[in-house]
Structure formats: C-alpha cells, structure tokens
C-alpha cells in the first residue's frame, strides 16, 4: 500500500485550456512589464492576474476571499508556476496587485493585452460592436487610493514611447442609475465594451459611473478606440450612439448603428413605406428599402429593414394594445357621461380633451343633454351631461401595422459596393456579439454575479479581470470553432448529436475529473481519453503541456 508521501492528486480539469489560452496570449509576461516586479516576491503580478482568471474560469461560484482555498485542491504550481503556493494568493497580495492595476491604467492595460492576443489569434478587426451594461454592486464605496504619480514602463510592441510620468486614474462614482438588472435599489457601475465581430473577442474595456448615459459617451469611446487602434474597422453600436454630437464628433470614422424612433423623419419613414417598396434580403426572413438621409450634416445611407419575425410579434402585441385601450376608452367615457357641466360648451370641451389621450380610436357621435338637477329647498338647476361613442382610428392603426416589425440602420459608408445593405444588416445584427459578452460576465456561475469589494477602484481592476476572463474564454472558443471548421470535423454535443460550433462551457465540461497525480516522484494525468486528446490537439499547443507530460 503506497503512503500519502508516495501519491498526491490534485485537480486539473479543464483548467489547462484556460492556463494554455493564457500562456498563448502572454497575459503574465505582458502584466508583469506594464507593473513591474519586485525583488523577493514570490509570486509576480501577472501570475496573479492569471491565477484570478483562473479562479473565474472555474465557474465554482466562490468569492473572492475563499481565492486561496479554491487554489487547495488545485495544480497550483502545474497552473501558475512553479514554487507557486496557494497560501500565497491571499486577499492582501491580490488587494495590492488590484492597486497597482488601476494605478497603472485599466482601459490601456486591457488594450494592450487584447490587441496581442488579437495579433497572435489573427482576429479581424475589420469591425467593431460597442456597447454597454451595468453590474450592481453592495455596501458603501469611498475612494481609498491617493492620487500618485509613477514611472511608466514600457509596454509590449509600443509604437510609440509614453509620457514618462503620468497620474493616476480618477476612479468611478458607484451610484444609483439606470439597471439594466432590474435592481433600481443597487448602487451600479457601467461597463463599455467593443467585442470583434470575428468571434465576439472582446478588444476595448472600459469602467463608468453608474449614472452615465450612453448616448453622452459612446461617440467619444468610439474616437478613442479607433486611435489606439490604428485600423480602419467599422464601428457598430445601437440608437444610444446616433446623436447630433456624436455623428459630428465621428466624422472620420466609418459607423453604423440604429436610427432612434423619436427622429420625426424616421418614424415617419417606418410608417409610410408600403410594403411593395420593399426587397428581399439573402438574409432568410428580412426585406429591406434603401434610402439616403441627412442628419447633423451628414449624409448617410438609411436602410429601412423589415423582419418577419418580429412583425408577427408585433401585430400580436398591436391586437393586445388595441383591445386594452377600446377597455380604457369605454370606462372613462363611462366615468364622463355621469359628471355634470355648468354649459355645453363646458361638456364638449371636457369631450374633446379626453379624446386626444385616445392611442387608438376616435369620436364616432356624442349627444349633450340638458338634465335638471332638483335639491331640497332649493329651486331646480339645470346641468348639462355628455354621452359619446367612439370608433376605431384606422389611420393611426394602419400606421402602427406598417411599422410592425419595421426598424432603421444607418451608415455614412455611402457606396454600397464597399458596404452592401446585407452586409449592413449582417453587422448589425452581430451585434449581439456585446451582449453574450454581458450575458457572460453576469453569469450566475461567474466570481463578479454580486461584487463586494472595499474600494471603487478594486472593483475596476477585478471588472477588467472579468473582461480579461472573457478574452479567454471567446479566444478559446474561436479558435476551437474554427479548427473544426477547417478540419471538416465535429463533436458531440451535450444531446450527443453532431455539431462544429460547440460552446467552451461544454467543453470545460468535458474536461471534468481530470486529475494531476504525483506516483513515486513521477508527475501523470489521470481519466485521459481519445475524445479528450482530439478536442486538445485543436487547441494552441500552449494548452498541451498542462495534460501531455514528459515523465
């Protein structure tokens, strides 16, 4: 029988792949030259980044203060490094790696990493998605940092030098604003982010008070990002970023976004199309009708696009709404046919006010009537009532038919040759790219479902890990996706069936109970299998040394 000095096991699972995606990025390399280390630390701040990456990755639900106990059972050294202990990844060593992260600047440090990994992976970048959500938080935030100034180091693959000495970021306001949660009574942060339409690989990150509006920042986010980024790439965004001074503030730039409703000329555009002036698009269930347009002093192509999903879903909603309001209408002209008016004219005008709040119906006929009010030991008084009945406004209803279903993109790419209207429509609909990002870092199982941290800017630096989390995991997915693609091959999905677009979750759910097992001073992987070895040798060879060893 071996003794427990002869065998160790320590769990692997699918936490290779999330070490190999970010040995393949250079995360630690790339964080410790922006920080810097120190002499006699034992473990360096880019191990630390990549030890709360992988903290975040294992999808286990623990908070931040159990990091070390999450590290027990781990490959600790296997994963981070070697000497790497799990006693060393306490709250105080992660506190001050955080302040350093933030000092240093958290939007630049995540560009920096994003464009390497973007560079490595050959990640298009030849369009962008920007958009926005917010992640509540508890308790009370006071800013703990002093304001300081540092040194510079140099940054990887830097074009250009940087000023040499720089000040610290202001840190956000955590405040009460608008939830995109549905918690109005939680204090929030905003979180910016432009994801690439290759693979949805998140490339620009950026932290806001939780009352900042987005109409207020994106263009300004959007000018900022096409300069750091240096290449022509299509920024695409929803209605938040069609405003006058933000297509003014991006005149060099290419954009597309939605056209905002409460634009008179759309609205109007949207409910006057007949349908015969519509096209179909290659886009199965989507017509659209081009047209050009001039806001802010820009001309832009418009694209009126119709989709047939949504216009039945709207036409049932329309239904709903129309019989609700022929309710709301019956009852208070019911409510005003019993009150009584000094004159007619005064019954009429009560009338004809309580008809403009009619959405979807009209007055038919009305009657006023002279009525005798008697009161004891007083002579009679005549009082005038007023009786209606109203019809169905089909004008207004008609209008509402045709803008079922109906919305409006727009672009100030004017030659079409360049950016046809379906590959308008494609981009914007990927962009729902930020919004599996969102729907990612929100995630129940995700480290950042609720965050409660001492100090504003610690939440900054763990929302860029949890940015940095992302980068991992879509890089790892894409990659994945595409090897398949390429190979011509598939794997079985969680209902067994065949596919080449399987999800990194499922995968890190293959990889469960594999274990790193010390026999006799020889390092071996246990629960290998061929399944296992095929979905790997898709992967960046960076993810084979965690699970194929030289013993």
Not at 20 to 36: F, P, Q, R, S, T
Not at 521 to 550: A, G, M, V
Request: with cysteine; aromatic share 8%.
């Amino acid at each position: 029988m071996l003794s427990n000095q002869e065998i160790l096991i320590q769990n692997l699972d699918h936490l290779g792949i999330v070490a190999g995606i970010v040995d393949a990025i250079g995360i630690v390399e790339i964080i410790n030259e922006l920080i810097g280390e120190e002499s006699g630390e034992k473990v360096s701040p880019g191990q630390v980044v990549k030890a709360m990456i992988l903290n975040g990755l294992g999808f286990v639900s623990q908070p931040l203060y159990m990091f070390p106990k999450f590290f027990e059972n781990i490959a600790c050294e296997h994963l981070i490094g070697t000497g790497v202990k799990p006693e060393y990844l306490n709250d105080d060593k992660l506190g001050r790696i955080m302040d350093k992260l933030f000092s240093k600047g958290l939007d630049t440090i995540f560009l920096v990493i994003a464009l390497n990994a973007a560079k490595k992976f050959n990640v298009s970048l030849s369009s962008s998605h920007l958009d926005s959500s917010s992640m509540h938080v508890h308790g009370e935030y006071n800013s703990s940092l002093p304001e300081v100034s540092f040194v510079n180091q140099p940054t990887v693959n830097a074009q250009t030098p940087e000023e040499l000495a720089v000040k610290s970021p202001k840190e956000i306001t955590i405040t009460y604003g608008y939830s995109r949660d549905h918690r109005p009574d939680l204090k929030q942060f905003i979180i910016e982010l432009i994801c690439t339409g290759d693979g949805d690989i998140p490339i620009f990150l950026k932290l806001a008070s939780g009352n900042q509006a987005d109409s207020s920042c994106f263009g300004q986010i959007a000018v900022d990002y096409q300069k750091q980024l240096e290449v022509d790439s299509l920024i695409v965004a929803d209605c938040a970023l069609y405003t006058e001074t933000n297509i003014k503030l991006m005149s060099d730039l290419r954009w597309l976004c939605r056209v905002p409703l409460s634009i008179k000329s759309a609205q109007s555009l949207v409910s006057t199309l007949p349908e015969s002036e519509f096209v179909p698009s290659t886009l199965t269930g989507y017509k659209f009708r081009e047209t050009t347009a001039t806001y802010a002093g820009v001309e832009q192509r418009w694209l009126v696009v119709q989709s047939e999903a949504r216009r039945e879903s709207d036409l049932r909603k329309l239904s709903q709404k129309i019989e609700l309001a022929q309710a709301k209408t019956l009852k208070e002209l019911k409510q005003l046919s019993q009150d009584k008016f000094a004159c007619e004219a005064d019954a009429i005008k009560a009338l004809a006010k309580l008809s403009k709040t009619f959405k979807y119906h009209q007055i038919e006929s009305s009657k006023v009537t002279e009525i005798t009010i008697n009161k004891p030991g007083n002579p009679p008084e005549k009082a005038y009532s007023i009786w209606a009945t109203v019809c169905r406004n089909e004008a207004k209803i008609n209008s509402d038919v045709l803008s079922a279903g109906r919305f409006i993109i727009a672009t100030n790419v004017l030659d079409s040759t360049v950016l046809s209207n379906d590959s308008m429509l494609i981009e914007y609909k990927a962009q729902q790219s930020c919004e599996r990002g969102f729907g990612f870092l929100k995630d129940p199982l995700f480290f950042a479902d609720s965050i409660f941290l001492k100090s504003p800017e610690r939440i900054e630096s763990l929302a860029m890990i949890m940015g940095l989390c992302l980068l991992v995991y879509t890089l790892a997915q894409r990659q994945l996706r595409a090897a398949l693609s390429k190979s011509k091959s598939t794997i079985k999905n969680q209902l067994g069936k065949a596919t080449n677009r399987p999800t990194l979750r499922w995968i890190f759910q293959c990889f469960q109970s594999i274990h790193l097992v010390l026999l006799n001073q020889e390092l071996h992987i246990s629960n290998w299998t061929q399944d296992r070895d095929f979905i790997l040798d898709l992967l960046p060879d960076d993810c084979l040394r965690y699970y194929k060893l030289n013993t």
